[in-house]
């Protein structure tokens, strides 16, 4: 990308905690909270289906800042 994104140890650890905890455990603990939502009526289809499609943007938008070289 032209000198915008850089890796380097701390930015690689940071990327590896947001891995592990947003890819990994977040999600298998969400199934089963917005399973009893939506069997309770406190959310909807449509706002589950909101919820499945924004997180992997919000992921995304987490990895990307720790790679951003704002110095450059």
Do not use: E
């Not at 905890?21 to 589950?48: C, E, F, K, M, S």
């Amino acid at each position: 990308m032209d000198g915008f994104l850089r890796v380097d140890a701390l930015s690689a650890l940071i990327i590896g905690l947001n891995h592990f905890v947003r890819g990994w455990l977040a999600p298998i603990y969400a199934v089963g909270y917005l399973r009893a939502d939506v069997r309770a009526g406190r959310i909807t289809d449509g706002q589950l289906r909101q919820y499945y499609v924004l997180t992997p943007l919000f992921r995304g938008r987490m990895l990307l800042v720790p790679l951003a070289d704002i110095w450059a």
